[in-house]
């Protein structure tokens, strides 16, 4: 990942190029990116009208100014204070950004007119991974610990394949296998990082100097610096299937004789025979 030097110059000015707007291979863009995806709306209007807009609690609205920092085109920040189903009070800030040239190009990266939470997919353009999956967990996501103290870095989403793909990228680039599954209320997935695993994710992903919600940024400066009590018991090690292990389970009369034969719990060979015949 390329290192953010917060000295830099800015960016941008109005009369500046724009070619290099959303280049998803540098990290300040990749976070963007991905926090758009995530909280952002793009509207169509009539013509080649329309907007795009993220609005978010005004607590956060530095962020905002960072984007509108970013972008070499007209855009406006505008607060808001009403009352939702969720707040008597509620402080929000707006960016609105509506240059058909801007709209365009986040549409063709990935962000699509409308509802868009289960159509969302990571770039097929090259990016900056753990700067765009920042972006998409400060926007969908938490950092923080657990009413117990156990710190987690987590990330709700209703598409399929931003699920899916933070778990490849987590498994590939940090040893951490995850395999995401919806909640079956509401269909969302909640992919969750806790314990160590949380830690390595929240080091990894919130580098100094790196584009992030400064509330989460110090969260993850919180959960990156837990060490696991004396007390506590050692995380479980994950025992990796072999093809003869396989090949007793789906032989044996009954899962609790699998059970017994291969010194695993009950539930952990029903699972695996369950996905051995999925497969078939």
């Not at 950092?143 to 699920?163: E, N, W």
């Not at 987590?170 to 969302?188: Q, V």
């Not at 400066?221 to 018991?233: F, H, I, K, L, N």
Request: hydrophobic share 40%; net charge positive; charged share 20%.
């Amino acid at each position: 990942m390329a290192e953010h030097d917060p000295s830099a110059p800015t960016l941008f000015d109005l009369d500046a190029p724009a070619s290099s707007f959303m280049d998803l291979e540098n990290p300040d863009y990749a976070y963007m990116f991905g926090f758009l995806q995530a909280d952002g709306h793009l509207a169509q209007g009539a013509g080649q009208k329309g907007r795009l807009t993220a609005e978010i609690n005004a607590r956060d609205i530095a962020i905002l100014e960072e984007f509108q920092r970013l972008t070499p085109y007209n855009s406006s920040i505008t607060q808001r204070t009403r009352a939702t189903n969720f707040a008597a009070v509620s402080h929000t800030a707006t960016w609105t950004l509506c240059a058909l040239e801007a709209r365009t190009k986040l549409n063709e990266l990935g962000i699509p007119y409308g509802r868009k939470s289960k159509r969302i997919t990571p770039p097929r353009v090259p990016f900056s991974r753990p700067d765009y999956l920042r972006g998409l967990i400060d926007a969908d996501g938490s950092v923080g610990f657990t009413k117990q103290g156990i710190p987690f870095v987590s990330l709700t989403t209703q598409s399929t394949a931003i699920a899916l793909y933070l778990c490849h990228y987590t498994n590939r680039t940090l040893g951490i296998r995850k395999l995401p599954g919806r909640n079956k209320r509401d269909g969302i997935y909640n992919v969750t990082y806790m314990q160590e695993a949380g830690v390595a994710l929240a080091q990894h992903l919130y580098t100094p100097g790196a584009l992030a919600l400064d509330r989460k940024k110090a969260a993850a400066t919180e959960v990156s610096a837990w060490q696991r009590p004396a007390g506590m018991a050692p995380p479980r090690q994950r025992r990796a299937w072999t093809p003869l292990e396989d090949r007793i389970l789906l032989e044996a009369a009954t899962i609790d004789d699998a059970a017994a034969a291969l010194g695993r719990t009950h539930q952990s060979c029903n699972l695996r025979r369950w996905r051995l015949l999925k497969k078939d």
